[in-house]
């Protein structure tokens, strides 16, 4: 009961300071166009920001919905809260977060994966602000003087992160794995928009193992009760 209590005071600390710090962070990145609108008269006009922010949201909007969803499980809610700040969740915070679950042998969803999850990303944002920052900084001379072909790999760099992360995960649950996989190449197949493919992988990957859960669950039940009956 105590750790129960516990948990739920870390989680009601969570919410605050994520929403504090992802609200302060909202409202500073307002102040340079602001300034630029409304001190020194560089306002385009609305007509040319809704235009700008419709072609924006058409383009990436459904990730708005999609990546908070698919990635809550994984990073737990002080992680997520910490991903959506530090940024780069696809290619350091979720791997960094498996990673450090896989550490400790935690069931995806638990509370323990929840508190792996945060110490992987809280150290990946350290290394992340501590390290990468300096690099950033010069990272236009220093891919300059890197050989082509390394600069060629580089487009292959997310693609093996996220195969790395699903074989880890699908690892643990290989059914799961092989559901994510199959309905992604089949949707990949279709004749149809990017757009529509993400909403379409998710949607429907998670409807898929939501009924193989509900189809299985009898099965165990029935399956319980005959080895009760035997025995």
Same mark, same amino acid.
């Given at each position: $009961?105590?750790? =129960? ?19 302060? &962070? ?5 102040? #340079? ?10 306002? #385009?006009?609305?007509?040319? &920001?809704? !235009?700008?922010?419709?072609? &924006?949201? *058409? ?12 990635? +809550? ?18 290619? $350091? /915070?979720?791997? /960094? ?14 509370? =323990? ?33 890197? #050989?082509?072909?390394?600069?060629? *790999? ?11 992360? !699903?074989?880890? +995960? *699908? $690892? ?15 949707? !990949? ?7 529509? =493919?993400?909403?379409? /992988? ?6 898929? $193992? ?5 189809? =299985? ?15």
């Amino acid at each position: $009961m105590s750790q =129960k209590d516990d948990l739920s005071v870390f989680h009601r600390q969570a919410h605050f300071y994520g929403r504090l710090t992802l609200w302060a &962070v909202i409202l500073t990145t307002m102040i #340079p166009p602001l300034y630029l609108s409304f001190v020194l008269g560089y306002h #385009p006009g609305w007509g040319v &920001v809704l !235009t700008a922010f419709l072609g &924006v949201a *058409a383009f990436v909007g459904v990730m708005w919905i999609l990546e908070p969803i698919s990635y +809550f499980p994984s990073l737990g809610i002080s992680g997520t809260y910490m991903s959506f700040l530090v940024g780069n969740i696809s290619n $350091m /915070c979720l791997p /960094c977060s498996a990673a450090a679950q896989n550490a400790v042998n935690a069931e995806p969803g638990s509370k =323990k994966a929840e508190l792996a999850a945060t110490a992987g990303i809280a150290g990946a944002s350290l290394v992340h602000i501590v390290v990468l920052v300096p690099i950033v900084l010069g990272g236009a001379f220093i891919v300059s003087i890197l #050989p082509p072909a390394i600069q060629t *790999a580089f487009q292959y760099v997310l693609p093996a992160i996220f195969g790395g992360v !699903t074989v880890q +995960f *699908a $690892m643990k649950r290989p059914i799961y794995g092989i559901i994510g996989v199959f309905v992604g190449i089949v949707i !990949t197949l279709l004749p149809i928009s990017s757009f529509i =493919k993400v909403i379409l /992988c998710v949607s429907g990957t998670i409807a898929i $193992m939501y009924l193989y859960e509900k189809y =299985k669950q009898p099965k165990e039940i029935l399956t319980e009760e005959l080895s009760i009956q035997k025995n």
